[in-house]
């Protein structure tokens, strides 16, 4: 077992959790925001879950606050939201930091072993379109930035935010790791 997959984390419900729960699976952790410009991604995700779902595909959902006070909800508004809104079935966990001084050791983690995201470069200059400054130190640069863990426990890859749950490079990774046996 990896060391990402003893990190303790928190299902919406408050209840405990790890990714160890997901042992032997793909799994897709995102953070995710229910006021964003990407939040229509939630029907991607959820679409992608559903189809993938029997193959080993785990979507996992980590609320963050962290971009311009975009995940403002409590654990309970959240997961409201993505039921009624979305028609959310895959994992949700509790709201978490997944960057700055209060970064959860998840996200700490994840960006440590890859902090490159496929389709990056395009997102960063989009983000100053709007002012906005985009890191380049391996920080999650925004809501929705998307991390491929394989059924061994290991970071495979990494994506920009508006990479969606469509996008060839994600599917065909997806693929690529459902392929391979736990």
């Not at 994840?110 to 470069?121: D, F, H, Y």
């Amino acid at each position: 077992m990896t060391q990402l997959q003893n990190i303790p984390v928190k299902k919406i419900d408050g209840t405990d959790a790890r990714l160890a729960d997901y042992r032997g699976k793909v799994m897709l952790v995102v953070n995710v925001a229910s006021k964003c410009g990407l939040t229509p991604q939630y029907a991607g995700l959820e679409k992608l879950y559903q189809g993938r779902q029997a193959q080993g595909l785990e979507v996992l959902g980590f609320p963050a606050n962290n971009f311009m006070g975009q995940e403002p909800g409590s654990d309970a508004e959240i997961k409201d939201f993505c039921s009624t809104t979305y028609d959310v079935h895959f994992p949700l966990f509790s709201k978490i930091s997944v960057k700055g001084v209060d970064q959860h050791p998840l996200y700490a983690a994840l960006t440590g072993v890859q902090p490159k995201a496929v389709g990056a470069e395009p997102f960063r200059e989009n983000m100053k379109r709007y002012g906005i400054d985009a890191p380049d130190n391996g920080e999650v640069m925004w809501n929705f930035e998307k991390f491929l863990v394989g059924r061994n426990g290991e970071v495979v890859g990494r994506f920009a935010p508006d990479v969606t749950a469509e996008d060839p490079r994600l599917v065909a990774a997806i693929e690529a790791e459902l392929a391979k046996k736990a």
